[in-house]
């Protein structure tokens, strides 16, 4: 099976950085394209970020120029590095990953979440 496991959520104080990680495992030929997305109190899920094969990467405008998305290839890993931290970035931030497996070549999965809560 295709599992994606999200770590490094927590109370962080305004101003302040948290690191999020996410891992890739199961039988996986290779990953297409791998993602943050948050759903913030009240709200629909948003996208956050997005990190292509090629090397492209992509921001939601709220987040531009604070957060840094980066991937490992080689160990199936993608990061999220949040700097000035708002308390509107308060969310459930969720890993997803779309990928190709030994049946299928356009597969998708999802993490299970992690709460990333901002707060003095």
């Known amino acids: 099976q295709v599992q994606l496991v999200e770590s490094g959520g927590g109370l962080v104080q305004p101003g302040g950085s948290l690191r999020l990680s996410c891992a890739a495992s199961?039988?996986?030929?290779?990953?297409?394209?791998m993602s943050w997305y948050r759903q913030r109190p009240g709200k629909e899920r948003e996208l956050v970020a997005s990190?292509?094969?090629?090397?492209?990467?992509v921001y939601a405008d709220s987040v531009k120029g604070r957060f840094t998305i980066s991937r490992d290839n080689a160990k199936n890993t993608v990061s999220l590095q949040m700097n000035s931290l708002i308390p509107e970035d308060t969310a459930v931030y969720y890993c997803?990953?779309?990928?190709?497996?030994?049946?299928?070549?356009?597969?998708?999965?999802w993490g299970q979440g992690t709460q990333v809560t901002v707060s003095s």
């Open positions: 997803y990953a779309a990928l190709a497996t030994k049946y299928s070549s356009s597969y998708y999965k």
């Open positions: 990190a292509f094969s090629g090397g492209r990467t």
């Open positions: 199961g039988s996986i030929f290779s990953i297409d394209t």
